[in-house]
């Protein structure tokens, strides 16, 4: 497996007392895998796929965070990200010559807005709020089927390009009850978008169990909230309890549809 990944970070700050930041990155990675199967006897060594799976990312973040009213750090902000990824995997393998060829593809962009506002309202008590939006695009995504070496077309199957958007939030308060106390609660949101892999390509085991990809997956969706208490007994003694509960919504696992006899 080869890794290249490349990260760039520019910070301003203005005598206003306003900060900008600019974030990029582009990375590049290449796996290749050989799977092999055994007789039972377990004296025979055979290969069973060969596969290669190059795949490349994009990203770029904006961010201006600037205090206001004197009690206000206001930020806002705005990222984009993308990807894209490929698989091609020879198997039914004749000797050391594989006799099909399985290649997927697909690519990925997530866009999404921000804003943040950490404001001290007195009293010992602290507010941080956000809310964040995104829109998730997958789209190319390709799945064929070769036969070798002809490369005759077994099947070519297109997938539906499909976009959805989310809306996500977070609301944290601390309040400083006293000089040895302190009180926490938060509740937030957050979802997880299927990736290319989950959407586009299936796996085969040397066994023969086949976990067939998905292109109609939705987004994990999770909904959490924290409570905690700090004591600090002097300078020697700091004691944190938290207790939390999350709720995740249509989560993407595994599952078993049937047996093949």
């Known amino acids: ?13 203005r005598p ?26 377990r004296t025979v060594e055979t290969l069973a796929r060969q596969n290669r799976s190059p795949a490349a990312s994009t ?4 961010q201006w965070t600037q205090m206001a009213f004197s009690t206000h750090e206001l930020s806002v902000g ?17 000797g050391v010559e594989p006799t099909r060829q399985r290649n997927v593809g697909g690519s990925q962009q997530i866009g999404g807005v921000f804003v943040q506002d950490a404001a001290d309202l007195g009293h010992g008590v602290r507010l941080v709020a956000s809310a964040r939006a995104d829109v998730v695009s997958s789209q190319h995504g390709r799945r064929t089927e ?15 390009d499909r976009q ?3 809306l996500t939030y977070s609301l944290g308060l601390r309040w400083q009850q006293s000089e040895w106390l302190g009180l926490r609660v938060s509740g937030y949101e957050a979802f997880r978008t299927p990736s290319l892999f989950e959407m586009y390509q299936p796996l085969y085991s040397s066994r023969g169990s086949v976990t067939e ?14 409570f905690g208490a700090g004591v600090t007994l002097g300078r020697a003694f700091v004691g944190r309890v938290t207790t939390y509960l999350t709720r995740v919504d249509s989560p993407i696992m595994d599952v078993t549809l049937g047996v093949a006899g």
């Open 16 to 41: 206003s007392g306003g900060i900008a930041t600019v974030a990029v990155f582009a990375n590049k990675r290449t796996a290749i895998g050989n799977s092999t199967a055994f007789n039972s006897a």
């Open 59 to 62: 990203g770029l973040t904006l």
């Open 213 to 226: 990809s998905n292109p109609q997956l939705n987004a994990e969706r999770l909904r959490g909230a924290v």
């Open 78 to 94: 705005a990222d984009l990200t993308s990807a894209t990824g490929k698989l091609s995997e020879d198997h039914t393998f004749t």
């Open 164 to 166: 959805t958007s989310r």
């Open 1 to 13: 497996q080869s890794f290249d990944d490349a990260r760039l970070g520019l910070r301003w700050v």
């Open 146 to 160: 070769l036969t070798l070496p002809s490369r005759a077309v077994r099947f070519d199957s297109a997938f539906a």
